[in-house]
């Protein structure tokens, strides 16, 4: 997941969230590049705030958390900010659960590189690559119109493709080296079954109404154009910077 240009709520929802202190350290903090520093800032801000912390102060919270590197955290305030925004914001909090899980199969994949590694890291990587596949895709099928998801499940899909493949080879090298080792017993891992919902997220009541939850992904979307934007311009600017007489 690259790093959107600024915050979220810094843009469009200030009315949901006060751009003060320590929100405002978090978005400095953000827009920095400091993304732990960040996470903890909104972590701050929302603990002031209690049940008042409003959807956008969750998802910002969520994305610092993500960047840091802080999983389980950003897993958590994506939970948390559907049950404050009711269903309207569940494909957000998808968005958020498929990036998380797919920063995971990352790990695991590169855990299973090293010499020392845990034998079943690649089988973890897959796993959490099919944990991945599946909640971009529960965040396409609810808003199919939704660019930025369509093109994370794609490249969520092809990369699953990858580690499988991975795997099956690993898998084929380690019955080579050790014929009479009978294959592990492996349970169905449901790649795209839908997550058990909790309770509180089938009955949470919405804070945003239509037309703001449509702001929302349209800012989404809009921020991916403005990316790509600054990365074809940025590679036009290196190309003219280049010395060719090397």
């Known amino acids: 997941m690259r790093r959107p240009a ?15 202190d320590p929100v405002g350290d978090g978005f400095a903090a953000f827009d920095a590049g400091r993304f732990d520093e960040a996470r903890d800032a909104f972590a701050r801000a929302e603990a002031a705030r209690g049940d008042d912390a409003g959807p956008a102060l969750l998802y910002d919270r969520a994305l610092a958390a993500l960047l840091a590197g802080r999983l389980r955290e950003a897993e958590w305030s994506a939970e948390k900010l559907a049950v404050r925004g009711g269903v309207e914001l569940r494909p957000l909090r998808d968005h958020l659960l498929g990036h998380a899980a797919w920063r995971s199969a990352a790990l695991a994949r590169a855990e299973a590189a090293l010499l020392e590694a845990d034998p079943t890291a690649l089988k973890q990587a897959v796993v959490s690559g099919r944990r991945a596949v599946a909640a971009f895709r529960r965040a396409v099928v609810a808003r199919p119109a939704w660019v930025a998801a369509r093109r994370d499940l794609e490249r969520a899909q092809r990369g699953l493709v990858e580690l499988e493949a991975q795997g099956a080879e690993a898998e084929r090298k380690r019955r080579q080296l050790d014929p009479e080792k009978p294959e592990e017993e492996r349970k169905p891992e449901g790649d795209g079954q839908q997550e058990e919902v909790r309770p509180d997220l089938q009955q949470a009541p919405s804070e945003l109404g239509p037309d703001e939850v449509e702001r929302i992904f349209a800012l989404l979307d809009g921020k991916e154009h403005e990316k790509r934007e600054l990365r074809r311009s940025r590679r036009q600017e290196l190309g003219r910077s280049v010395d060719k007489d090397w």
């Open 6 to 20: 600024r915050s979220l709520c810094a843009l469009a929802l200030c009315g949901l969230v006060a751009c003060a």
